[in-house]
């Protein structure tokens, strides 16, 4: 009698501790694709520490410096075609002085 029940405690326990580990498993947090970015090629520099080679630097300050110097061309190529152009009511404020 006596080993009859010691042998279902072990088997009652033993699922139970394997279904607990296998519920842990579950529950633990891989890292998947969260490895830290591309570590087949060269490696990656800050922009102002190699500013000529935009190959080297890192995608996101690529992107950023990219998109601040179209910016800066549209905006500088606007201001030079529209700056020739004087607003109309100086020219007869002046005019009008003499």
Known sequence: MAARQAANIARLS???SAATSARASIL???RGLAGGGDHHGPPK???WDDP???SKWKEEQFVIVSLTGWG???YGGYKIFSGGKKDKN???VG???H
């Open 14 to 16: 033993t699922p139970k």
């Open 95 to 97: 005019e009008g002085a």
């Open 28 to 30: 633990v947090q891989r």
């Open 45 to 47: 520099v800050n922009v």
């Open 72 to 74: 800066l061309l549209i």
């Open 90 to 92: 100086e020219e007869k």
């Open 52 to 54: 000529m080679s935009p």
